[in-house]
């Protein structure tokens, strides 16, 4: 099956500075998401990005199908950016010709301290 | 802006007692799934359902599982005679498309087997 690969896997910044989380994937892939996973365990959807850019805020990202991986950037981290980034992707055969299910990496756990 | 929801947030259960997990999945979406984390870990596939059927399950997904849209609007997960293993967050998601569409994700239930 398709492997994920997320780096790095811990990263510790102070408040203001920014970052980029990287996701490599080892298949072609009908979709991509980010994910931030707070401290409470909660699992928030941040983008949908099987190809090209995106932003929103702080946040944006960027998947290069291509070449097979994707970043996320966190411009000017504050506390609350805390917490585990997830990339999943989707890439097997369902019945209709997608693929139904999402395979996650092992995350990247971000700490922004004050 | 349309949300999957979960309840519980938390439970906590005696080992062997049946649990279900309950979600809401947004409302023109077709397509439901289960995925589980346990604590530190990758999140995982457990089963996605469409149609009134399990479309696609995962080898975690055994006989003690089981899922059902009793009406509606619900999504349940259900488990017959809880393990200790089987303590984990337990994420329900939709989407309106298979294969190239967005998976929303609800907050979670956190399961405890005592």
């Known amino acids: 099956g398709i492997q994920v690969e997320q780096s790095p896997p811990d990263l510790i910044l102070q408040e203001g500075a920014n970052s980029t989380l990287r996701c490599n994937f080892s298949d072609s892939v009908n979709n991509l998401q980010w994910f931030h996973q707070n401290p409470w365990g909660q699992l928030i959807n941040l983008f949908y990005?099987?190809?090209g850019t995106k932003q929103n805020g702080r946040l944006s990202a960027t998947t290069v199908a291509t070449e097979r991986y994707s970043l996320l950037y966190i411009s000017s981290s504050q506390t609350t950016d805390s917490g585990v980034y997830f990339c999943?992707?989707?890439?097997?055969?369902?019945?209709?010709?997608?693929?139904?299910?999402?395979?996650f990496g092992k995350g990247t756990k971000l700490t922004v301290n004050p | 802006e349309p949300e999957v929801t979960q309840t519980p947030s938390h439970q906590v259960t005696q080992m062997g007692q049946e649990v279900i997990l309950r979600c809401v999945p947004i409302s023109n979406h077709l397509y439901f799934y289960w995925y589980r984390q346990i604590l530190g870990q990758k999140v995982e596939f457990l089963v996605s359902?469409?149609?009134?059927?399990?479309?696609?399950k995962s080898e975690i997904f055994d006989d003690q599982f089981s899922v059902e849209r009793p009406d509606g609007s619900n999504f349940t997960l259900k488990i017959r005679s809880t393990k200790l293993e089987d303590s984990a967050m337990y994420f329900c998601?939709?989407?309106?498309?298979?294969?190239?569409?967005?998976?929303?994700f609800g907050e979670g239930s956190r399961l405890t087997v005592l």
């Open positions: 999943a992707v989707d890439a097997s055969e369902g019945p209709q010709g997608g693929s139904e299910k999402l395979v």
């Open positions: 990005i099987p190809s």
């Open positions: 359902f469409y149609n009134n059927e399990i479309s696609e």
């Open positions: 998601a939709s989407s309106w498309l298979v294969g190239t569409g967005e998976l929303f």
